[in-house]
Each structure stands twice: as structure tokens, then as C-alpha cells.
């Protein structure tokens, strides 16, 4: 069985200041990693992915991921954060593409 | 080229009844899954449909249930609404059964009272 723990419920953050949002997963087989954001009232959007070669995944929007297989984490950044980031950040985990498993969300709010 | 699209927007029902939702995926997709998201967690998977069958299914009672058309398009159907099937209901598209990016429609609000 797979789980995605996100460690953080709300992240508040001054804006042009750096963000880091937390994720652990847990499984017993290989898994590939995702990083969606959902913005009010709409659904999910793809931020990054990370399916195998280099541990550090480049995503849209100035965001990027680093793939720790050791701590079983793969935490979000991104070094300047604007008004516009605001927005909920879900974490999910597949070892099949076919079944993804979210973590339960990072409210990110970026401050003026 | 249009993305998932989704139908109804919203949705109220009364506790018992039936309920259908709808989804066109991508342009080019064939593969459809369906997610539950309550309020303040995170998309839980429902099933996922491909070539008309389904394929994957999450740890959902059999009152949910699914089709998918000829054109890909997919159905979500529940059947004896609880007060607890009340959240977002998520259609996702994707190519084949592999890693293909999943693109998510905006959802149907479901309220069941």
C-alpha cells in the first residue's frame, strides 16, 4: 500500500520570499512522484512529476522537487513566491501511472 | 482544443436518491478515472476507465459505479446517496494506461442532504 503524508495543513509566506512544502510518502515498491496545485474553484493542474534519472525535477511556474529516496520525501520549492502562488498544493504518489494516491493538501498563501 | 470538461457544475440531492455525472476528457485521451475530493482533503480515487472496462478501482462501495462510451467519454454513477458522498467529484484524462500527465476537469460540487 502507498500513503502520502503532507506535513504542513497552511503555509504562509511573504511574497518574494522562499517556500519549501513538505512531503513524505510511504511504499513498498518503486513509485513515481507528482506535485498538483489547485487554484479556487477549478481542478488539479500538474506541476511536476518525477518518473526516474535525476533526483531534482523542474517544474512550471519557477517551481522544483527533489526526489529523496532515503527519507522517502519529496519536498516542493520554489525561491521567490508570488501573490499569484496562492493556491492549494497536493502531493501524490503512483508505482502504476494507473492509481495516484494524494496526500490531504498545503494551503500556501502569499503575503503582500 | 478543449480540456476536460465536466457535468453538472453543481448538484443538490436529497439522502437515497441517484445521482449521474458526466465527463469528456481531452482531446486525444482515452483514458478516464474518476476522484472523490471532501472538503479540506486530498482527491481520493474512485476507478479508472479504459477501452470501455475498468480497470483500476480504490476502496469505493459497489454504489459507485461507471461507463465509459465509444468516444471515451465517462459516467460516474451513486446509487443511495449518503449525506458523506457530499464533496468534489474530479474526472481526470489521460493517454493509455501508462504515466501519461492525468488532466483534471474543474469538478461537480455534489451536496446530498
Known amino acids: 500500500a502507498q500513503s502520502v503524508t503532507q506535513l504542513d495543513s497552511q503555509v504562509p509566506v511573504f511574497e518574494e520570499a522562499p517556500v519549501e512544502l513538505r512531503c513524505n510518502y510511504s511504499?513498498?515498491?518503486?513509485?513515481?512522484l507528482f506535485w498538483y496545485v489547485q487554484y479556487p474553484n477549478q481542478g488539479l493542474q500538474l506541476l511536476l512529476k518525477y518518473l526516474s534519472g535525476s533526483t531534482l525535477v523542474k517544474g512550471i511556474n519557477g517551481f522544483e522537487a527533489e526526489f529523496n529516496k532515503s527519507q522517502t520525501s519529496f519536498h516542493l520549492r520554489k525561491p521567490s513566491v508570488h501573490i499569484s502562488d496562492t493556491a492549494e498544493y497536493f502531493c501524490a504518489v503512483s508505482n502504476t501511472g494507473n492509481q495516484f494516491y494524494f496526500g490531504t493538501g498545503t494551503s500556501l498563501t502569499v503575503i503582500p | 482544443d478543449a480540456g476536460v470538461t465536466q457535468s453538472p457544475t453543481h448538484l443538490i440531492k436529497t439522502r437515497g436518491q441517484q445521482v449521474t455525472l458526466r465527463c469528456s476528457p481531452k482531446?486525444?485521451?482515452?483514458?478516464v478515472s474518476w476522484y472523490q475530493q471532501a472538503l479540506g482533503q486530498g482527491p481520493q480515487f474512485i476507478f479508472q476507465?479504459?477501452?470501455?472496462?475498468?480497470?483500476q478501482r480504490g476502496n469505493f462501495p459497489d454504489r459507485f459505479s461507471g461507463h465509459q462510451f465509444p468516444n471515451y467519454s465517462s459516467e460516474l454513477n451513486v446509487n443511495a446517496l449518503l449525506l458523506g458522498d457530499s464533496a468534489l467529484y474530479l474526472c481526470?484524462?489521460?493517454?493509455?494506461?501508462?504515466?501519461?500527465?492525468?488532466?483534471f476537469g474543474p469538478g461537480t460540487r455534489l451536496t446530498v442532504l
Open positions: 476507465y479504459y477501452e470501455e472496462e475498468e480497470r
Open positions: 481526470a484524462s489521460s493517454l493509455g494506461l501508462g504515466l501519461d500527465t492525468q488532466y
Open positions: 482531446s486525444g485521451h482515452d483514458t
Open positions: 511504499s513498498s515498491v518503486s513509485v513515481y
